[in-house]
């Protein structure tokens, strides 16, 4: 089973596995990078570290007040997140760790069984390493 309609599950949950340019998560794939909101899970189009805009994530800025912390995961490398995005998440209160998407996804799921606010913006990648 895929993400149904327009790539949104209503609920935050854990993430199963990742890798296969996708995620399994809730007994469901989704193929492509994935917004973890507090509102549900979202399909997201991002699929490099630098298409991570203020745009890019308007959903997780509309849902700023139930997060706390946000993992980006930027794929298998670790590059440079844009100063205004940082800036704009933090004016927002959302402290960021922009890291490999593999790290970010373990991260998360502690995170989230803690029942900690947080988010997770995770570009999809090929393979685990």
């Known amino acids: 089973m895929t993400l149904p309609g ?3 599950f209503p609920q935050q949950v ?3 596995a990742y890798g296969n340019s996708g995620f399994r998560f809730a007994e469901m794939s989704h193929r492509g990078s994935l917004l973890c909101l507090p509102t549900g899970m ?3 189009a991002v699929t490099t570290p630098a298409e991570i805009t ?3 994530l308007t959903p997780l800025i509309a849902a700023a007040d139930d ?3 946000l993992m980006i995961g930027l794929g298998h490398d670790i590059t440079g997140l ?3 995005v940082r800036a704009a998440l933090r004016a ?5 760790e922009a890291i490999t998407t593999g790290s970010a996804v373990r991260t998360y799921n502690v995170l989230l069984a803690e029942h900690r606010a947080v988010a997770a913006a995770l570009i999809a990648v090929d393979r685990v390493r």
Do not use: E, N, R, Y
């Open 6 to 8: 327009a790539g949104h």
């Open 14 to 16: 854990g993430i199963d």
């Open 42 to 44: 979202l399909g997201w």
């Open 54 to 56: 203020l745009d890019s």
């Open 67 to 69: 997060i706390d912390v």
């Open 82 to 84: 844009s100063p205004d």
């Open 92 to 96: 927002h209160g959302i402290i960021v």
